[in-house]
């Protein structure tokens, strides 16, 4: 009857206030109080943009840098650059008609991509750069090809890409109920062709490989230490460190933090999402520590939406199982089954205490061991499974009863489901699968971090713009907001406001 | 089918941006960088403990600190004195065997206290401070005594406090399920006996009193505008601004920022908790715009739980109405109708979407017209009004027919309300209130702040210490976080951690 979780183990964790010490000893770079400029003797070196980190986000602010003809510098904490950006799927949620959706039949429009992406963003919609990313985003995609990214010309029907061969998908929740009522559904993943969802290395491979080409070196194994400031506040530079030691870099535009979110910073994600700290697998490069966040917030950077992030629960594929039913701990149907799977995460994490089952029957079964699953009941009847279980008496059944009802006229009025997902549950045995956050595979990131404007400036908690300083990728607050609507939102903000930041930074008299 | 929230003209005004241009300018006062000590020609004036704001917190603060002989300022922006804390109940959330408890015949203990808030605080509970609260709530009633604060021998029994000549009672969530088999349930309401819930103005009268006893004068009409800091980041004292012009005030200890929340913002409120914005009345003085918190963020503090909030939604007076059920757009009952009406708020806005109902039949309505909800249907069946209510067919008639099953046996086993609370619902007319965010009384206030240790220090976003600077009340971020599940916690913090603050300060060598 409660609905709060009962992992045991990873809560007490939670709250022992035990963590990682590792993670911390690093992170606490970032705690010194930034250096005022009058501390700095000299220079050691000087560009026009200097860049922390190598992700999706600072690399597409190199090479747009660069390609502007102005001095960069770029400094990877880890040994390999990419960041968490080539860990990830590599899709870029780009539409209003690109080349690749019109070669493959697709319409869409601007004002479609915007109403579906305001719709399923919610309040936190961040509405300004949604509209700028929606308007700019064919101009992003030819920046993407012109920089070496290449689309295959095959689209993939299944929610989740695992055709290695295609390049265009449908990669979020637009056939989703409300949303396909409000915004024309069009299929906005774009993604390099690679086997076993590695599009995000092949993607970082690329940009990397244009950076280089650009001529842009990226520094690795160098912690960026401290900010340093003028006594108005604004950045002149970086404090930096590696094996040889301390070295002020002077950043005649601008500096960019683009250093990741802070997944992999326990005590910060005990503080701020907590939600998430009891998830498995946390998804990113270690380097995801929340540094250039705590940078910001040193010289009084504004932060937004430091409890959001992304929760993916994959119960997809196959798509046959989302003719079963998702239920919350009262047995009651709580999320579209057809959802994307950001979404049906978040549900269960952060609005049913993180526990839940799916209920299949023999038809709707997975048809081999799905290994991101725990079987929690199988019984021949749905009374017996809902006793298993241990659900309020009747509870399941009522539940059952209802959806099969509607399913067999193809209709969900309780939440809309597609039509080709909806089948009577009938065939035992039935059985449960455990979406408890101790149990399944929740892949999780943060989306918190600081507050920026459209070109990526980073703001104090007055809205005034802190001059010198960019933001962008994870380190800043932008489009992905809970819940995650869509695959390739953050690698679509990420190298979108990535290039703003460097745009900008370019422009600016400093 | 859809959760999303349907309300046009708040929802509108939300994401166009307009905002109230007299808070916005107000609160700007705090966005200028901190003042460089070295800026700074002289002292007009100093003390040793210099206190923002004259709540709950910052009197408890200054009486604690004048109580240690220490010399004292206090500043208030407003021309009245006493903060929002006069604008509450005036309840104090204490317990684990008060006098009071004990006189009126009631046992607790400091664990069962414990117990009982970390339970209820979830994820979020923020518990060396609890345990410290918990441990230290005897002396903290008797020193709310020894200030003149004055309980009447008398326990009211209702859920919310109207009898005016009653001190204690059952303020929350205690005796709900699971709380009542986690700890024993205990009353742990304290407020000064008071008509209209005006309890708030009798105890601010009182502290205030108090603190002018003690010596203290608040500086009415005056604001804050900048901390002013050493090269090394400690706090040295604060800027301020009255009629007369600007000043600088030398705080040899420290400055408590005691400044409140930021409800009165609504650029704050829109980026940090837009659950919030849409809801009235927004509940607090005029001065709750933030400035305290930005002022601690402007020299890189740290804050937490900025999107939580209390969003008390009073079902009851009468409790007779709890006999009803309360269901979301799906027709699904979501929260115990018996819980405290922070909780069910708090269900309604985070997780249903803003949306949902009351349903009651002739037995279990109100007895009169209650002004803060709206009636939305009203029919001889319950099929009717779920047609009525464009609920999704079948489905509120499942959820009445389940209900009533078991409530005619003392049971309910979806959401384990108290038997006190239940009773099928079967008489005609079968009514419908509105509890969407648009149309009901939601009484809203901010808990999210600066992050401060267990002696109200305010810590960067390192986690260190920031020497010289405390907070305490709605400025921090403190003992109070969504969902609220006891009247008297927000109070309980404010005076308990202005004290704190007081101590440390008054203790420390600076």
Same mark, same amino acid.
């Given at each position: 009857?409660?609905?709060?979780?009962?992992?045991?183990?990873?809560?007490?964790?939670?709250?022992?206030?035990?963590?990682?010490?590792?993670?911390?000893?690093?992170?606490?770079?970032?705690?010194?109080?930034?250096?005022?400029?009058?501390?700095?003797?000299?220079?050691?070196?000087?560009?026009?943009?200097?860049?922390?980190?190598?992700?999706?986000?600072?690399?597409?602010?190199?090479?747009?840098?660069?390609?502007?003809?102005?001095?960069?510098?770029?400094?990877?904490?880890?040994?390999? %650059?990419?960041?968490?950006?080539?860990?990830?799927?590599?899709?870029?949620?780009?539409?209003?008609?690109?080349?690749?959706?019109?070669?493959?039949?697709?319409?869409?429009?601007?004002?479609?991509?915007?109403?579906?992406?305001?719709? %399923?963003?919610?309040?936190?919609?961040?509405?300004?750069?949604?509209?700028?990313?929606?308007?700019?985003?064919?101009?992003?995609?030819?920046?993407?090809?012109?920089?070496?990214?290449?689309?295959?010309?095959?689209?993939?029907?299944?929610?989740?890409?695992?055709?290695?061969?295609?390049?265009?998908?449908?990669?979020?929740?637009?056939?989703?109920?409300?949303?396909?009522?409000?915004?024309?559904?069009?299929?906005?993943?774009?993604?390099?062709?690679?086997?076993?969802?590695?599009?995000?290395?092949?993607?970082?491979?690329?940009?990397?490989?244009?950076?280089?080409?650009?001529?842009?070196?990226? %520094?690795?194994?160098?912690?960026?230490?401290?900010?340093?400031?003028?006594?108005?506040?604004?950045?002149?530079?970086?404090?930096?460190?590696?094996?040889?030691?301390?070295?002020?870099?002077?950043?005649?535009?601008?500096?960019?933090?683009?250093?990741?979110?802070?997944?992999?910073?326990?005590?910060?994600?005990?503080?701020?999402?907590? *939600?998430?700290?009891?998830?498995?697998?946390?998804?990113?490069?270690?380097?995801?520590?929340?540094?250039?966040?705590?940078?910001?917030?040193?010289?009084?950077?504004?932060?937004?939406?430091?409890?959001?992030?992304?929760?993916?629960?994959?119960?997809?594929?196959?798509?046959?199982?989302?003719?079963?039913?998702?239920?919350?701990?009262?047995?009651?149907?709580?999320?579209? *089954?057809?959802?994307?799977?950001?979404?049906?995460?978040?549900?269960?994490?952060?609005?049913?205490?993180?526990?839940?089952?799916?209920?299949?029957?023999?038809?709707?079964?997975?048809?081999?061991?799905?290994?991101?699953?725990?079987?929690?009941?199988?019984?021949?009847?749905?009374?017996?499974?809902?006793?298993?279980?241990?659900?309020?008496?009747?509870?399941?059944?009522?539940?059952?009863?209802?959806?099969?009802?509607?399913?067999?006229?193809?209709?969900?009025?309780?939440?809309?489901?597609?039509?080709?997902?909806?089948?009577?549950?009938?065939?035992?045995?039935?059985?449960?699968?455990?979406?408890?956050?101790?149990?399944?595979?929740?892949?999780?990131?943060?989306?918190?971090?600081?507050?920026?404007?459209?070109?990526?400036?980073?703001?104090?908690?007055?809205?005034?713009?802190?001059?010198?300083?960019?933001?962008?990728?994870?380190?800043?607050?932008?489009?992905?907001?809970?819940?995650?609507?869509?695959?390739?939102?953050?690698?679509?903000?990420?190298?979108?406001?990535?290039?703003?930041?460097?745009?900008?930074?370019?422009?600016?008299?400093?």
């Amino acid at each position: 009857m409660s609905d709060r979780p009962t992992s045991r183990t990873r809560r007490d964790f939670l709250r022992t206030g035990a963590i990682g010490a590792g993670a911390v000893t690093l992170a606490t770079y970032a705690t010194a109080p930034p250096a005022a400029v009058t501390t700095v003797r000299h220079w050691d070196d000087e560009a026009d943009v200097v860049i922390m980190g190598s992700g999706a986000a600072g690399i597409s602010a190199a090479i747009e840098a660069s390609g502007r003809g102005v001095a960069v510098r770029v400094y990877e904490m880890l040994a390999l %650059a990419g960041g968490s950006s080539s860990l990830s799927g590599g899709v870029c949620y780009m539409g209003g008609g690109t080349p690749l959706q019109k070669a493959l039949g697709f319409e869409d429009s601007t004002e479609d991509m915007y109403r579906f992406m305001v719709a %399923a963003s919610g309040v936190h919609a961040p509405l300004a750069k949604l509209q700028l990313y929606c308007e700019q985003s064919l101009a992003h995609f030819d920046w993407l090809v012109a920089n070496g990214v290449e689309y295959s010309r095959r689209f993939s029907a299944e929610k989740e890409l695992s055709h290695e061969e295609a390049s265009l998908y449908f990669c979020g929740n637009e056939r989703t109920h409300p949303y396909r009522e409000l915004a024309r559904p069009a299929p906005r993943g774009h993604v390099p062709p690679a086997k076993n969802q590695t599009g995000g290395r092949s993607l970082m491979q690329t940009l990397l490989a244009s950076a280089q080409r650009h001529g842009v070196h990226v %520094a690795t194994g160098v912690t960026c230490e401290r900010l340093v400031c003028a006594s108005d506040g604004a950045v002149l530079g970086l404090e930096v460190r590696d094996a040889r030691g301390k070295r002020n870099i002077r950043a005649r535009k601008g500096v960019v933090l683009a250093a990741g979110g802070f997944i992999h910073n326990p005590e910060m994600l005990k503080k701020h999402a907590p *939600e998430l700290f009891p998830c498995a697998p946390h998804w990113g490069r270690a380097g995801d520590m929340g540094i250039g966040i705590r940078m910001g917030m040193s010289i009084g950077a504004n932060v937004l939406h430091m409890h959001h992030g992304f929760a993916v629960l994959p119960l997809y594929p196959p798509e046959n199982v989302l003719k079963g039913v998702v239920v919350n701990v009262r047995g009651q149907r709580c999320v579209a *089954e057809d959802s994307y799977y950001g979404v049906i995460g978040h549900d269960l994490l952060f609005k049913q205490g993180g526990r839940g089952y799916l209920i299949v029957d023999r038809n709707s079964d997975y048809s081999a061991p799905d290994y991101r699953l725990v079987a929690a009941g199988e019984a021949p009847t749905i009374a017996a499974l809902e006793a298993q279980l241990g659900l309020p008496p009747e509870s399941l059944q009522q539940t059952v009863t209802y959806y099969n009802r509607f399913a067999e006229r193809g209709e969900d009025p309780l939440l809309g489901k597609a039509r080709d997902y909806l089948a009577p549950l009938i065939q035992q045995p039935f059985k449960a699968y455990d979406l408890g956050v101790d149990k399944a595979f929740y892949a999780v990131h943060t989306f918190g971090g600081l507050e920026t404007t459209v070109n990526a400036e980073v703001v104090n908690a007055g809205g005034e713009i802190i001059p010198g300083l960019y933001a962008a990728g994870r380190t800043a607050a932008g489009i992905p907001v809970s819940p995650y609507y869509a695959s390739g939102l953050s690698i679509g903000d990420a190298t979108f406001f990535g290039r703003r930041a460097a745009m900008h930074a370019v422009a600016r008299r400093a």
